[in-house]
């Protein structure tokens, strides 16, 4: 059981959305912003699931009041194959780079101090996963072709059916990017039908225009440098270029790209 640290929500007057440096910044709405980096954690519950502590924290700030999964650095298990204490900083790093992109399927994402310590907290999501492929599946495949492109460009090595959301307007989301970035190719999802298929013109024209973009590349790339190490960011721009010459999702072998469970 994580012991709670004292903390408190620091409160600003002003400023921008979002504290990362360089002249670009996440699309979020202010309220959103502030409520997830500064509001009070009142209310912070274990979910007794996943393989890290992972909790449900109520928050307010103001007048807004709202509800976000909190992931303390703390609480994360060792593995062999990421560095100690880092999978906070790589969810908030996916949230930056789907931002970037164009592409805003991943909840708000920031990191702050909580009641164990810093770690990530993203908005709480109100909608139920797929509970089949088939439901998967009717999320639509536009839908699924852009997660399948991110994640090979982040190198997700845990895209799980359960963690695709469809909330009640119908937007699909995305969420437990904490196994993203590594240099070494570990790309695991149940999305194998893309392996080896062309990339749509759509997503190749959004990413063709994400790498032109100087300011917004260069932002980005101050905004990842305090979350992960230059050759984990410097295999993130390779995989981009990797796809925009090929224009093809790898292929990948579906014995060991598989992560367990699916859902």
Known sequence: MLEPVNCGARRIAGGTVDGT??????????ETHLLLKHGDIRTCDDLGWGSNYTFRVDLGYGDEVGRAVYKPRRGERPLWDFPDGTLYRREYGAFLVSQALGWPFIPPTVVRVGPHGVGSLQLFIDSVPPRSMRELLDCGEFDLARVAAFDFLTNNADRKAGHLLRDPAGKLWSIDHGLCFNVVPKVRTVL????????????????????????????????????????????????????????????????????????
């Open 21 to 30: 440096p360089g002249p670009w910044r996440p699309t979020v709405p202010r």
């Open 192 to 263: 194998l039908d893309y392996c080896g298929e062309q990339v749509p013109e759509e997503i190749l024209s959004d990413l063709d225009g994400f790498r032109s973009n100087a300011p917004i590349v260069e932002g980005l790339t101050a905004a990842l440098r305090p979350l992960i190490d230059d050759e984990e960011l410097a295999a993130f721009m390779r995989r981009l270029d990797w796809i925009l010459e090929r224009k093809v999702y790898p292929a990948l072998d579906p014995y060991r790209s598989v992560p367990w469970p699916p859902f």
